[in-house]
């Protein structure tokens, strides 16, 4: 009986590293797969939906003659971020093969461009964010979800006769999750957008280690019994 009684304990130890083992295996696995392909940095993901909306709104808006120039115009932005949305708008429009230029870059679009056209611009929304930064497990691979968003408005104006040609809107979304450890390679210093608050749930920093004390504990409890049982 003493002989089954020592069995009995001795299982008990190797159930419970049976448990750790496959808490382990819960954190490798739980690591986002994406570790090994390439991940955007939150500046490159902004620039990417940006593209994605302009393409969209050039897409559908009536084509223009080569012999026209378009005056494109910010009637609404963010602040500091809408140069990337700009700086895509001026590439996009001119891998389109249209002629344009910034109201910005002239003195007064109305005199120097006769006859042409105003694209008239409004980003109503731009931003990127972390919604969760947690662990799918108590004990695993901490993750960061992203969420990258674009909302625009524009107008075509004919400058000539302040016509209103063409309306346009459009609202484009991003989401994935990146390892947490990957943070320092997509943020930018120089770019405070590309650094979103990091809002991360904390109950799993209570409770992993209760779980790691309380098994630490369990095992040592069981070696000593088994001793004293000898």
């Known amino acids: 009986m003493k002989l089954f009684r020592k069995y009995g ?10 448990v750790i083992f496959i808490f382990s295996s819960l954190s490798a696995s739980s690591a986002p797969q994406q570790t090994g392909d390439w991940i955007d940095s939150n500046f490159q993901l902004l620039n990417n939906l940006s593209i994605e909306a302009i393409d969209e709104i050039l897409a559908n808006m009536p084509s223009i003659e080569k012999e026209k120039r378009v005056v494109l115009v910010k009637g609404r932005g963010l602040g500091e971020i809408d140069f990337v949305f700009e700086n895509a708008l001026l590439q996009q429009t001119n891998n389109a093969g249209m002629s344009v230029s910034r109201k910005t870059d002239i003195a007064d679009s109305t005199e120097t461009v006769q006859t042409g056209y ?9 931003s990127l964010t972390y919604p969760e930064i947690s662990r799918s497990w108590w004990i695993g691979a901490k993750e960061v979800e992203r969420n990258a968003r674009i909302h625009l408005f524009v107008q075509l104006v004919d400058i000539k006769s302040g016509d209103i040609i063409w309306i346009g809107e459009t609202e484009k979304t991003f989401n994935d999750v990146i390892p947490y450890s990957f943070l320092d390679k997509v943020e930018d210093e120089t770019y405070s957008f590309t650094k979103p608050e990091r809002s991360e749930f904390s109950l799993s920093k209570l409770i992993q280690p209760v779980i790691v004390t309380g098994i630490v504990s369990g095992l040592v409890y069981l070696f000593f019994s088994n001793q004293s049982n000898e």
Request: glycine share 0%; charged share 25%; aromatic share 6%.
């Open 118 to 126: 105003e694209l008239n611009y409004q980003v109503l929304e731009m």
């Open 9 to 18: 304990k001795t299982q008990k130890i190797i159930d419970i590293l049976v």
